[in-house]
């Protein structure tokens, strides 16, 4: 489904990612584990097109074709979907608004009919029944006065609601306690389907206590140093980074 | 010499006397006059006009309106009673729609009062404009023979918007006219006041307003004022407004249209606990230059004002703000806010803006702030990521942006009567870039 290739990407000048390769195949949850610094968001950012961040070298295939020239709303549409780390509030957006644009998009881009404001809002009561979210959320401006576990549980309602092929998560743990952190496990673990792929970049072992990854991946000074099975996390859990610091070649 | 003041006393000159004088108001009048000869328009060293240039518009020639043009009813279909119509600066009676007027809301045009022995009239007109600057309220002051009264009794809440419509339309030639009203609302009485400036066509008139606002104590006014006027049409207006103690003025203006639109919104908080809240957008795309200079001034203790101003300039236009606040000596426990964010469009647009605060008491609270920017990038990244394409992006993010300020009337259905305007203007902007 996805393929990168010895991808190098430089941010303001400098190269962040080193020559990083990577597969993942659908229905696959990998994780991308790895210190500060290592390039951790900038693999998501690259991958759902922000600005700022300059391929040099290498290549990121999606379902055979080439991700990195198309725009981030064709990205979006094509089934790559970014959990964000900071999801910004956008005043004076309302959410509902938000999301229907954002729906019917990506369905005119793939030639499926657009949603009347009656079939979304069926979908959008089912998804957040689903996930236990209150509906107060969907009158609000998009994250406003959000607090920090009600924007990352936006997040992954929006994944539900878009249902993408495959679903970045960008340290989605980050800042959420246990309670908000199980509903962001719980959240993704419903959306896990043969066809669908995930890709959760996390600085702590703890959130896959709840996703279980088939692969985790340690991501170091720009490039994959040690792959391996779920063990693999527990593992960094228990001896920290540092060792990584020996497997980053000169 | 002055081509536009020129113009204007040629007009003047050949007013019937028996017009010029109706009320007494005659040896006011040619004061105002003679006041405005004498000072002549503001120039570019006038603080309060520095960044609107006047020297083109003083070069042109007006005529009176004389004649008042028949427009056909169709062009205000969407424009509900109860109100009250003018074309070019003429009442139009067939137009308007005044019957089984709400109990306690009275109103009449200015032209029947001045011939009528009825004297608020002339406590409007009597005014004088002491100020060098105040020449367009000179020329108001001498000028003026049309304008909207509206009243309404103490304790009466009226429930319909009253609809002020200010149609231009084109004549032969370029026509100025010159326009006072007043809204009044005694002790306790509430009243919405929806203030539309239309164009059926091209046009180059100048229109003059100058509109009093009296709110007595406890009296509530919503008002909403449409400015979508023709690209070629100069509209200069002032309100003045005194609220006494616990009077709410809401107010929201909507700067969409004209080639040139300066308005002066000056509110006097005078009574304890009046409280104003205003939002405003001006939107200046084209050649457009649009001007709002707030003068607010709190004279009473525990009095309020909260304004939200946005802008947006876009191709060649030019929006400029100047946001004054005052707090006397005494007015403790005042609150005032004022937030202006602006947006800047393309490289040839221009935004000017001052938040001015001066505070003479003691206990206050105050708070200003004024930004010139671009839309977020951080902003349209979610929304491109999200799927929606990147120009629906930008239009999206720039109708939130102006819509904030129309959010400052609360009522939902009023807010989706006039956010059409506001869209419709927004999207001819993004067309055009």
């Known amino acids: 489904?996805?393929?990168?290739?010895?991808?190098?990407?430089?941010?303001?000048?400098?190269?962040?990612?080193?020559?990083?390769?990577?597969?993942?195949?659908?229905?696959?949850?990998?994780?991308?584990?790895?210190?500060?610094?290592?390039?951790?968001?900038?693999?998501?950012?690259?991958?759902?097109?922000?600005?700022?961040?300059?391929?040099?070298?290498?290549?990121?295939?999606?379902?055979?074709?080439?991700?990195?020239?198309?725009?981030p709303e064709e990205r979006a549409a094509e089934g790559v979907f970014l959990a964000f780390q900071y999801p910004v509030e956008i005043p004076g957006v309302n959410n509902t608004y938000f999301l229907r644009a954002a729906l019917n998009a990506q369905r005119k881009y793939r030639g499926e009919p657009e949603l009347d404001s009656m079939q979304f809002l069926k979908r959008v009561r089912e998804k957040l029944s689903v996930l236990h979210l209150k509906d107060e959320l969907l009158h609000r401006a998009v994250n406003e006065g959000f607090s920090g576990g009600e924007k990352k549980r936006n997040e992954i309602f929006q994944l539900a609601l878009l249902e993408p092929k495959l679903a970045i998560l960008d340290e989605t743990d980050s800042g959420l306690d246990i309670d908000a952190l199980k509903a962001v496990a719980d959240g993704v673990n419903l959306m896990r389907s043969p066809e669908r792929a995930f890709l959760v970049i996390t600085h702590y072992q703890r959130l896959l206590d709840y996703i279980t990854p088939d692969v985790v991946h340690v991501l170091a000074d720009g490039r994959i140093v040690e792959s391996g099975g779920p063990q693999l996390a527990l593992e960094l859990e228990a001896h920290g980074y540092a060792w990584v610091k020996d497997r980053v070649a000169p | 010499m002055s081509g536009l003041l020129d113009s204007l006393k040629?007009?003047?000159?050949?007013?019937?006397?028996?017009?010029?004088?109706?009320?007494?108001?005659?040896?006011?009048?040619?004061?105002?006059?003679?006041?405005?000869?004498?000072?002549?328009?503001?120039?570019?060293?006038?603080?309060?006009?520095?960044?609107?240039?006047?020297?083109?518009?003083?070069?042109?020639?007006?005529v009176d309106a004389a004649v008042a043009p028949k427009l056909h009813p169709a062009f205000l279909a969407d424009i509900p009673a109860p109100r009250m119509v003018f074309v070019n600066g003429h009442f139009d009676a067939a137009l308007s729609l005044l019957t089984d007027l709400a109990p306690g809301l009275a109103v009449q045009p200015l032209s029947q009062a001045l011939i009528g022995d009825d004297l608020r009239a002339v406590n409007v007109l009597g005014r004088r404009f002491e100020h060098a600057d105040e020449t367009f309220a000179r020329l108001n002051a001498s000028l003026s023979f049309e304008g909207a009264l509206v009243r309404v009794e103490a304790d009466a809440k009226i429930a319909a918007p009253l609809q002020l419509v200010f149609v231009s339309t084109p004549a032969d030639g370029d026509l100025a006219w010159h326009q006072r009203h007043l809204l009044e609302l005694r002790e306790n009485a509430s009243l919405t006041v929806i203030e539309h400036h239309l164009a059926t066509a091209a046009h180059r008139h100048l229109g003059n307003h100058l509109m009093h606002v009296h709110l007595k104590p406890g009296a509530q006014l919503l008002h909403a004022r449409v400015q979508d006027e023709d690209a070629g049409a100069t509209l200069i207006a002032r309100t003045d407004a005194a609220l006494a103690s616990d009077a709410q003025y809401r107010r929201v203006d909507l700067e969409l249209g004209a080639g040139l639109s300066r308005h002066e919104l000056n509110v006097a908080l005078q009574g304890k606990r009046a409280d104003f809240v205003s939002g405003g957008v001006l939107l200046a795309g084209g050649r457009r230059h649009v001007d709002t200079r707030l003068g607010i001034e709190h004279v009473a203790r525990d009095t309020r004002c909260d304004l939200l101003w946005r802008g947006l300039a876009a191709e060649r236009g030019r929006a400029v703000f100047h946001g004054g606040i005052t707090i006397r000596e005494g007015a403790d426990g005042t609150a005032a806010t004022l937030s202006n964010k602006n947006l800047l469009l393309s490289d040839s647009a221009e935004i000017d803006t001052q938040p001015v605060l001066e505070i003479y008491a003691d206990e206050v609270k105050a708070a200003h702030g004024a930004t010139v920017g671009r839309l977020d990038a951080g902003h349209l990244f979610y929304l491109r990521a999200r799927g929606i394409p990147e120009a629906q992006a930008r239009a999206l993010l720039t109708l939130a942006f102006a819509r904030e300020a129309l959010g400052r009337l609360l009522d939902p259905a009023l807010i989706e009567q006039l956010s059409p305007a506001l869209e419709a203007r927004l999207a001819s902007l993004e067309a055009s870039a």
């Open chain 1, 1 to 71: 489904m996805l393929k990168i290739e010895n991808l190098h990407v430089r941010v303001a000048g400098k190269e962040i990612l080193k020559g990083l390769s990577l597969e993942v195949l659908p229905g696959q949850v990998h994780a991308i584990m790895g210190p500060n610094g290592a390039g951790k968001s900038t693999l998501g950012n690259v991958l759902a097109g922000r600005e700022g961040y300059e391929v040099v070298e290498g290549s990121v295939s999606f379902e055979g074709s080439d991700l990195l020239t198309l725009a």
């Open chain 2, 10 to 62: 040629t007009g003047f000159d050949a007013l019937p006397a028996a017009i010029v004088d109706a009320q007494g108001l005659g040896e006011s009048r040619r004061r105002s006059l003679a006041q405005a000869f004498a000072d002549g328009l503001p120039g570019p060293r006038a603080e309060r006009w520095k960044y609107t240039p006047l020297r083109a518009l003083s070069q042109r020639s007006f």
